[in-house]
């Protein structure tokens, strides 16, 4: 069955770095776009990226346009999300989701990881 | 983008009820809508796509509809299962946008 395990979590100062990992099984990982979701503390869930399943389309949301960078290395079958210059804001869950269409963008998601906690705290 | 507004924001409700959750949006999006059941701690799962279609694996119970710009999720026969969060999504446009939730207790 499918399955997406994420990583690289953890707290950092504001301005600061991160990247995380998300492990991808049991589906052809080559043949999906991926994305990433968050959730704030508390809060409902809010789309941040999008990655074609060759890494030739990607797509952000504003409030992360310039600072995430989002790729993938399908001989490893692995998505991340390079953060940069983090703020308060970006505290979360981050969740790894499969798109439920094989090589066009559906833009919804049929799988999910478990979620990595992100905390950008001075 | 693309405003989502669920309601109600929160609803208790007995097993055996029939409850309904609505979402309207800002325009049309020619039945691009999706629904998520959330539980406390853990990631969504994805119960109905393009506004009427049942995920495989989704108990029967639940189905949705639309009408213009209003989209229903309605749970036949509550569960005591079915408690959590539940959260609309378009798939019309970028950015993908969500509802802010409906909390449902049973």
């Known amino acids: 069955q499918v399955q997406l395990v994420e990583s690289g979590g953890g707290v950092v100062q504001p301005g600061g770095s991160l990247r995380l990992s998300c492990a991808a099984s049991g589906f052809t990982f080559i043949t999906y776009g991926m994305h990433w979701v968050r959730q704030a503390p508390g809060k409902g869930l809010e789309w941040v990226t999008f990655i074609r399943y060759d890494g030739s389309n990607k797509d952000y949301a504003d409030s992360v346009k310039g600072r995430f960078t989002i790729s993938r290395d399908n001989s490893k079958n692995t998505l991340y999300l390079q953060m940069n210059s983090l703020r308060v804001e970006d505290t979360a869950v981050y969740y790894c989701?499969?798109?439920?269409?094989?090589?066009?963008?559906?833009?919804?998601?049929?799988?999910w990881g478990q979620g990595t906690l992100v905390t950008v705290s001075s | 983008d693309i405003q989502m507004t669920q309601s109600p924001s929160s609803l208790s409700a007995s097993v055996g009820d029939r409850v309904t959750i609505t979402c309207r949006t800002s325009q049309s999006i020619s039945g691009y809508l999706n629904w998520y059941q959330q539980k406390p701690g853990k990631a969504p799962n994805l119960l109905i796509y393009?506004?009427?279609n049942l995920q495989s694996g989704v108990p029967s119970r639940f189905s949705g509809s639309a009408s213009g710009t209003d989209f229903t999720l309605t749970i036949s026969s509550l569960q005591p299962e079915d408690f959590g969060t539940y959260y609309c999504?378009?798939?019309?446009?970028?950015?993908?946008?969500f509802g802010q939730g409906t909390r449902l207790e049973i």
């Open positions: 989701a499969k798109d439920v269409h094989r090589q066009s963008r559906g833009d919804y998601f049929d799988s």
């Open positions: 393009a506004a009427s």
């Open positions: 999504q378009q798939s019309f446009g970028t950015p993908i946008t």
